[in-house]
């Protein structure tokens, strides 16, 4: 040849040897709260080869059991779809094995694995009423009473509206929802003495739109119109009555029934007497002393008996101070006309004195529970003593439909003990303290207003 002859070329590039990865998964690994119909995919980290991507290579597994469904490959994504909704609340895992390949055949290093939960099934549970306030066939209710409703569970606000929660009688008013309580302020006080119902209907919602199943609907009857004119109170006591008359000098007994009438347009008088006085030879206010008083009557030593008590009160209110707690062992010889303290005589005096007081039945008695001694100050036989009578005197000797009511003193000073409680006690005696005086005042005053206004046979006898 003339001249040499010169040419080029290059090599081809070196094999694909290297392993593909899953670079994302979807849902991601430890994922909670997957939507029930989610696919789930893996993106990988080069072109695979699209034959390999089967059911076999892509499973998902709840538990041992394998999720039927379909797998399809796009762009660098293989996507598993289940044939059906995954179920709420369960825990599943996803596995892309060795068996797939990139196009130029390299198998995964590993098996990709990853686990997700799926979301807790929607609420589909219809509300309910759990309570209401009143309650339903309520009576004695209050005429500016506001009505409530509690739902099981949070509601819609935007639902429950004057629309969906009434008054019948035309009574307008305001809806107002917090918490889990819906609660209806009439406009203007319920009429006395009448029958309304309340509605609650199933258009009201709850948080995820279930509506109640029905309508709920519930009665009450307000209270009797109270009495017309002056109504004249007379409370009978000895020292334990006057502290709570007094009470802490801001809760008082009189203090409280003027607050009562100011708001209830009401004119309800008390007055307070010491009695029996002290020219009372006996000094004491125990059974014996009222039955002698208003029973017996050749001894009244000047005080007032029932007929002069009644001719200027409506309502006529006594107690006994604390030694009537001090109670002996009975004899076996009951005497209504012996001073002892016993039971069985204690039993004879109250009879007479309530066969006395329905002698008057335009007339309003009430009676508080006697007044406890402190542990330190009795025994526990006269503490259990003490205890018999009281029951007794709520529970058996005080009947329904009568004119004879009764307050039960004796419990808010016990707590529910045989004994008046140091934390309610005087620190020298068992006088009331005043901090309990003050908290109890005002118990007797409901329980008084109660009873001048029907309620007497149905209200709280503690007055709480």
Not at 328 to 341: A, C, I, K, L, N
């Amino acid at each position: 040849m003339e001249s040499p002859y010169a040419w080029s070329f290059t090599t081809g590039t070196a094999a694909d040897t290297t392993a593909p990865t899953v670079t994302a998964t979807s849902p991601a690994n430890n994922a909670t709260g997957v939507a029930v119909n989610a696919a789930v995919t893996a993106t990988f980290s080069e072109n695979m080869n699209a034959s390999t991507l089967t059911t076999s290579n892509v499973t998902l597994k709840n538990g041992a059991t394998s999720v039927p469904g379909t797998v399809a490959y796009n762009g660098t994504t293989a996507t598993f779809t289940p044939s059906s909704a995954l179920a709420y609340s369960t825990p599943y895992t996803a596995t892309v094995t060795t068996g797939v390949r990139d196009a130029a055949g390299n198998a995964m290093a590993s098996n990709r694995v990853w686990t997700f939960t799926t979301g807790t099934a929607p609420d589909s549970t219809p509300p309910t009423i759990t309570a209401t306030n009143p309650a339903n066939n309520a009576t004695g209710v209050a005429v500016n009473t506001a009505v409530s409703a509690t739902f099981s569970e949070n509601m819609n606000a935007s639902t429950v509206t004057t629309a969906t929660f009434s008054l019948n009688n035309g009574v307008t008013g305001t809806v107002a929802y917090s918490g889990t309580t819906a609660t209806l302020t009439p406009s203007s006080a319920l009429a006395y003495s009448t029958q309304y119902t309340a509605t609650v209907t199933t258009g009201v919602r709850d948080a995820a739109g279930n509506a109640m199943a029905n309508n709920r609907v519930w009665r009450f009857t307000t209270r009797a119109a109270p009495p017309a004119g002056t109504v004249r109170i007379l409370l009978l006591h000895h020292s334990t009555g006057f502290y709570i008359w007094e009470g802490d000098g801001i809760q008082t007994i009189p203090g409280g029934l003027d607050t009562y009438n100011t708001a209830h347009g009401t004119n309800y008088v008390i007055d307070e007497l010491w009695y029996p006085s002290n020219t009372y030879p006996l000094g004491s206010n125990n059974p014996y002393d009222y039955w002698n008083l208003w029973v017996n009557t050749t001894d009244t030593s000047g005080q007032f008996d029932l007929e002069a008590l009644t001719q200027n009160y409506d309502v006529i209110v006594f107690k006994h101070c604390f030694p009537v707690s001090d109670i002996e062992p009975d004899s076996g010889t009951p005497d209504v006309s012996s001073g002892g303290q016993t039971l069985e005589n204690y039993y004879l005096q109250y009879a007479a004195l309530k066969t006395r007081m329905l002698q008057f039945p335009d007339k309003k008695f009430i009676v508080w529970t006697g007044a406890a001694l402190r542990a330190a100050d009795t025994t526990v036989a006269k503490a259990a003593r003490a205890r018999i009578f009281f029951d007794w005197v709520k529970g058996t000797w005080d009947e329904s439909g009568d004119n004879i009511y009764v307050w039960d003193f004796y419990e808010l000073e016990t707590g529910g003990t045989n004994y008046l409680l140091d934390e309610n006690a005087d620190s020298s005696d068992s006088h009331p303290g005043s901090a309990f005086a003050g908290r109890v005042a005002p118990y007797f005053v409901n329980r008084l207003v109660d009873i001048i206004e029907g309620r007497g046979d149905t209200g709280s006898l503690t007055g709480e």
